[in-house]
Structure formats: C-alpha cells, structure tokens
C-alpha cells in the first residue's frame, strides 16, 4: 500500500517495491560503480520502461522487462535502481 | 604522396586469405551462424595460457570467397568482464597477440536492436572493418516486429545483411560484403561515432532507430511483446508448480548422465580390456606388451570410458541453453547457491558431479563469473561420484548384516545427500573464510526468448566440447594410469612382475603386489593408516584407488588372493574381509568402526587423479589442483581417523 500511496505521489521508489506487472520508468541506478556499469550496459538505462514480470518462487531473483528483453535481477541488484 | 596512392592497393596484401572475428553478445545466434559459414567444419581451440575455447573454421566454398572465421565467446559487457568476456574485449581491441582479425562479422539479434545496435558501436569504434550480421528475423511475426534493413543500414552506415542460421540465407551475401569491407579503408559513420558512455550511447541509439523509422514495432512499452514466451514463463516460475518442473527436468538429466551412458561406457570398457588383453596374448610373459596392455590401453580406456558421460551431458546442457530453459532453473535456485557464494548456474555441475567430476568440471564453463565458477569447481569432488557406488556398495554389504538389503539403500541414500549438504557447507565457509572479500557479482542474467532447439548444430557443439575433453585431460590420465600401473607391478623385490592370467583388466598384478613399489609404499603409510585402524593391504587399495575409485575393489580382490569374475568376487570378497586379521595378531582389520573410518576417507577425499588434471587444465592453476587434493585428501583422513577414533571409545570396536 505504502508503495502505491508513494508512486501516486510521484515520488521515487526501488525496483524491488513496485507492483508487478506495471510499467514504471528508470529514474537512477544508486548502487556500487563497476555494478551498476553493468546494468547500464545491458540496457537498464535512466529514462527507460522497466516492468518486473513476475518473482522467482522463492521471491529472489526477480523477472524484469526491459528494452523487450527478460533480465533475472537478484533483489539487491534490483534494490539500486530508483523508478518512478 | 604519389607512391603512397600506387602501394595503397597492394595485390599481395588482398590477395591474402581474411581472417574474420564473429563477434556479439551472448544469445545472439554467433554458434549457428559459425555452423553454417563453416559448412560444420570447425574445431576447437585453446587461446594460449588461458582455458577459454573458441571455435575456427575456413568458411565453406559455396559462399564464395575463403575465409578464416573465428567465433569468440559473447559479451554482455565490458565491465566486470568474466574470462570469456574479457578474451573477446581484448580482440576486439586489437591487444590480443594470437587474434588480429582483419575484419568483424557483427552478430546482432534483430529482435534486440538497441542493445545489440550498442554493443555494435563499441565494436565499431576500434575501426575495423565491419559488416552487420542480423539474426532472429524469423521471430518477427511471434514479436509483431519489423526491421527496414536498407533504412537501418542507410542510417548506421554500415552493410547489414539479414542472415539465418538455419537456413543459410544471407550466408553468401554477407561474406561478399565482408570481402568488400575489408578491401576499403573503413568509413567514418554513425556506428563509430556512438558515444562510449552507455547511457549517452542508449540514448543515441534509440533516437536513430526512431529518426530513420527503421523499426516498426507492436509492443506496448515494455512488457514483452512474446506471449509465448511470457506464458511458459508463468508456468515454468510459477510459485508451486516451478521447482516440481525443475526437479523433473534435473532427474532427467540425471538419469541420462547416469543410466543412459552406462551401456555405451560397459562397452568402452569392455572393448579396451579386450584389446588390452589381445596385446598381452600376443606376447605371452612380455613385460612390455602387459606395460601397453594394461598401463597404456588401459589408460586410454579410462579416459575413453567417461566420454558417453560428457557426449551426453553437454548435448542435454546445450539444448537446455538454446531452448532459454538453462537460464531459468539458474534463476529458480540462485537464492540459496548465490547464499553459499556459488551462482544459480552451479546446479548443473553439481548434478552432474554426482556422475562424474570430470564432466562436471567442465560444465562448470556456463558459470559466467571467474570467482563463483572457481568455487563450484572447488566443492564438486564431494559430489557422490558413480566410481564411489562399488567402492560404497562393498563396504556397506561388510557393515551391514546381508538379510537386510533396504538398510544398505538407505544409509546410501544418506551418504548422497549428505554429500550434497557438505558440499554446501564447505562452500559457504570457502566463501566466507577464504574469499573473506564477500562482495557478490552481479546476477543480471538474460533470460532467452523460448525457441525450439536445433539439433544438427547441438549435435556438431556438443561433439566439439566433448572432444576437446579428449585432446585436454587426455594426455594427464594416460600418463598418470600408466604411472601408477608401474608402481604396482614392478619393486625392488623381483623386477619382473609375475606372470598372471589377468581375467579383468585391473591395473593392479594379481600375485606380486606385496612386493611392487604401491604395496612397499603400503608398507611405509603403514603408521600413518594406524589411526585408521587398517593395514597395509587396505593402503594399497587405497593407493591404487587414485587411478579410479572403483579399482579400490578389485585391488582388495587382488590383495586378499580373491579370483574370479567382478560378479562372483564379492562374496569370497566378504569373507577374506571378514576373517583379516592384523599379521601376528587376532585382531581385526574390518571391523564396523574400521569400515565407517573407510566410507568416511572416501565421502571427504579426492582419489582421482583424472579430477586433478582436468582441474589443474580448466583452472589453469597447479596450485589451485594441488590445494584441492591436499584439502579434500587431507580432510578425509583426519575426518576418518576421528570416526574410528571416536567410535571405539564409544565403545563399538
């Protein structure tokens, strides 16, 4: 609820707090340097779509879409990146 | 200037066969492609000092000119790299000394193209000739999308030619355009302007496609476009129903790996004994011809022997890649293995550890990271391996009263899981001990569209692997079995091994082993297996079991005078076991806490040489091999000497 509450405020919120299943856009990566170099080279770039799919039974990792591609994103990874 | 313009244009020079590097992101169809340029005539081969294969072949004549074409290992990025990655980056750049190819064959998944378009651009940007390769067009319809390639090839101002690798289209054209590349000097575009900064480079990349309308696409924002693909997804991640599914498909690839290539190694085995025994029946009595007999032949066998076993389990693993499913079970487990320090993709050589290490070293390739595929290599000797069962299966039967077959079963259900949990355990205190550094790699892992798997290339990929499993831990093995083959027949005693009618071909003498060079280094180990509470007869065994675990049983029929076929020896077997004594004395050698001690020796140690080498090859490290069979060989002792230990002041002798 609290995620909702926040996203219709328009504030920034984590990949990993999101709503499955909705399109959210990239806001920034805050995450160690050489990581986050990585996301950003497979596409995972400010200012682009980014939906999580669905988690993993397990709830870790997480199944994202983006750029029409799937990514299995580790939550900690997915925690880096800001939506709005 | 004049004369620069005349030599600009140098025949020799063009005249001269291209070398061409495939290079591409990882999934992006570079293996088929490679199969069908190179008509399937390819090989492998190892860069220099480093155990990344890559594929080469000169491309086919029906496509007109002749080219060297070598395919390297798929980049996601260049950052982190992993070993694979990090050889591409450097050929690419044009620092590799091996690898200077004249131009790039871009292989760029067409369904991807601002990713794939991206990565082109850093390709690019090294300003070698390049021309595009676009894969995946026939799933266009699946992912209502459409590419205008002249457009595209119009505003990126490079050739671009739409290939499949199944069907071969676009095959000539794009090897034309490749020769014409390479004979001009490369242009200024807008490829080898993109931005190095990847979100800058993105950004251009998205504007482009959008500029030059070049890409007509259906889908909504984001979520995928492919229904297909979403919906086996829900099913195959579903929260209940994913790991029944994964399990099934894990039990399958067990099975086949275990069951499956049994008959094919029986009769490998069968075939190399009989031409080993065909050698030394030649040449009655001839030490040589018993040395090519049974060290060489015998040798060759051991390694050909695990061959069905690694055919197998690469096919399975490949098409288990080329269909996407490979990267979700990796997905389904990654929370508890990347918790141990491992990768999800650790599961499919820890299951196949269970066949045999040696291909599951291999296996350990698919593992992206350098760290966490050094750490599943590192625990995969505890993996219940097949060549324990025997070794296992006798001792038990010794424990254990014989009216009571289901016990047996169990306690070696036990000891398989158990062998599971200690390799999770070792693995977790390795990585947070050793590897005190606990910083995780990035998962970040593609998950593939769902395609249907394409056998011809599966078959020629997975006949590749497994043969380059042949030429590298080949050599190693056969060396070593013949080494130890010499120890156990010749000593200072009588310097030719006596005459034996070998019924099996064992690697170890039937009547001189006492006096061979392994029977003395029995002798000698003979304080240190004390605490064991064995002798020198089970020392033996338990050197000669460093060729192969299960010779650890024919060695006891051996040494304990037991003759006989395999299937008849076990219960003569039993009996001398049971009856052994200490020399001089009443006392027993097996004995219940003996027997656990043994079982416990061969759960923890790494008797297999075959192991080390093939190690010692994928890691690159003798000391990396070395450390593993000093620690898993060292461990096993201690742990065993505390159980007997243990056990008799418990009171159970």
């Not at chain 2, 309308?213 to 129903?241: K, N, P």
């Not at chain 2, 350990?364 to 350098?370: E, L, N, V």
């Not at chain 2, 995780?440 to 798997?453: D, H, K, N, T």
């Amino acid at each position: 609820m609290d995620a909702v509450l926040r996203i219709g405020l328009g504030a920034d919120v984590r990949l990993i707090d999101v709503l499955h299943r909705k399109a959210y856009r990239i806001v920034r990566l805050d995450g160690p340097e050489l990581d986050c170099r990585r996301l950003l080279d497979l596409g995972l770039t400010p200012g682009e779509a980014i939906s999580v799919v669905q988690a993993t039974p397990l709830g870790d990792p997480l199944i994202v879409a983006i750029r029409g591609t799937r990514l299995a994103l580790r939550r900690r990874e997915a925690a880096w990146i800001w939506v709005q | 200037m004049g004369a620069v313009d005349l030599l600009a244009p140098d025949p020799p020079v063009l005249a001269k066969t291209l070398t061409v590097c495939l290079v591409g992101m990882p999934n992006a169809g570079k293996t088929s492609l490679m199969n069908q340029l190179t008509g399937g005539h390819l090989h492998t081969a190892n860069y220099p000092g480093v155990t990344v294969t890559y594929s080469r072949g000169k491309s086919a004549s029906r496509w007109g000119p002749e080219m060297h074409l070598v395919d390297i290992p798929g980049v996601h990025s260049p950052f982190e790299p992993s070993p694979e990655e990090d050889l591409a980056c450097q050929i690419i750049a044009g620092r590799h000394k091996a690898v200077q190819p004249d131009a790039f064959i871009l292989v760029a998944d067409a369904t991807q193209l601002e990713r794939h378009l991206k990565f082109a651009g850093h390709v690019a940007r090294q300003g070698r000739p390049l021309v595009v390769a676009l894969t995946m067009t026939d799933l266009f319809p699946r992912l209502r999308l459409s590419v205008d390639v002249p457009k595209l090839a119009d505003a990126l101002g490079v050739p671009m030619v739409v290939v499949d690798g199944r069907t071969g289209e676009g095959s000539a054209e794009l090897l034309a355009q490749v020769k014409l590349a390479a004979e001009r000097p490369v242009p200024m575009n807008v490829l080898r302007r993109l931005p190095e900064d990847p979100v800058e480079a993105y950004r251009a990349v998205d504007e482009l496609l959008e500029r030059s309308g070049a890409l007509i696409s259906a889908r909504s924002e984001v979520l995928t476009a492919d229904r297909i693909t979403a919906r086996i997804d829900r099913i195959v991640l579903h929260r209940y129903f994913g790991f029944p599914i994964f399990f099934v498909i894990l039990a399958g690839l067990f099975a086949a790996i275990f069951w499956a290539a049994r008959p094919f190694m029986e009769g490998i085995d069968a075939a190399f004994s009989a031409a080993g025994n065909l050698v030394i029946e030649a040449l009655p009595g001839n030490v040589l011809a018993r040395f090519v007999g049974e060290g060489l032949i015998g040798g060759v066998g051991a390694v050909a022997v695990f061959f069905p076993q690694i055919v197998i389990l690469f096919f399975l693993m490949t098409m288990l890649e080329d269909s996407g499913y490979l990267a979700r079970g990796a997905a389904l487990v990654d929370r508890p293995l990347s918790a141990l320090g491992l990768h999800g993709r650790s599961f499919v050589p820890m299951i196949s550890g269970f066949a045999c290490a040696i291909p599951a070293v291999f296996a350990a390739r698919s593992i992206p990271s350098h760290r966490e595929r050094l750490l599943t290599i590192w625990i995969l000797p505890l993996m219940s391996c097949s060549a324990r069962l025997p070794v296992y299966a006798l001792l038990l039967a010794a424990l254990l009263p014989a009216h009571a077959a289901w016990t047996a079963g169990f306690s070696l259900a036990g000891i398989y899981l158990l062998s599971l949990v200690a390799g999770a355990l070792v693995a977790g205190m390795t990585s947070r001990l050793v590897l005190r550094k606990r910083f995780l790699s990035v998962l970040a892992m593609e998950l593939p569209l769902y395609r249907r798997p394409q056998w011809k290339p599966i078959f020629r990929v997975s006949w590749l692997r497994s043969s380059s499993y042949l030429k590298r831990a080949g050599v190693p093995i056969v060396v070593v079995s013949a080494a130890l083959w010499l120890l156990s027949n010749f000593g200072f005693g009588s310097h030719t091994p006596v005459e034996a009618a070998v019924s099996s071909a064992t690697l170890v003498a039937q009547a001189d082993l006492e006096n061979s060079f392994a029977g003395r280094l029995g002798h000698t180990l003979e304080p240190v297996l004390k605490p064991m509470g064995v002798d020198w007869r089970v020392g033996v065994g338990l050197i000669s079991a460093f060729a192969a675990r299960e010779v650890f049983v024919s060695s006891m029929a051996i040494i304990f005078h037991v003759s006989g076929d395999e299937q008849d020896q076990q219960p003569g077997l039993l009996e001398q076991m049971r009856s052994a004594t200490f020399a001089n004395t009443s006392q027993h050698v097996f004995t219940p806490a003996t027997i656990i001690g043994l079982i416990v020796f061969f759960f923890f140690s790494l008797q297999c040489f075959s192991t080390v080498a093939v190690v010692r090859k994928e890691t690159n490290s003798s000391r990396f091999a070395v450390s593993q069979l000093l620690f898993y060989t060292g461990f096993g002792y201690v742990a065993a000497v505390m159980f007997v230990q243990g056990l008799r002041f418990l009171g159970v002798s």
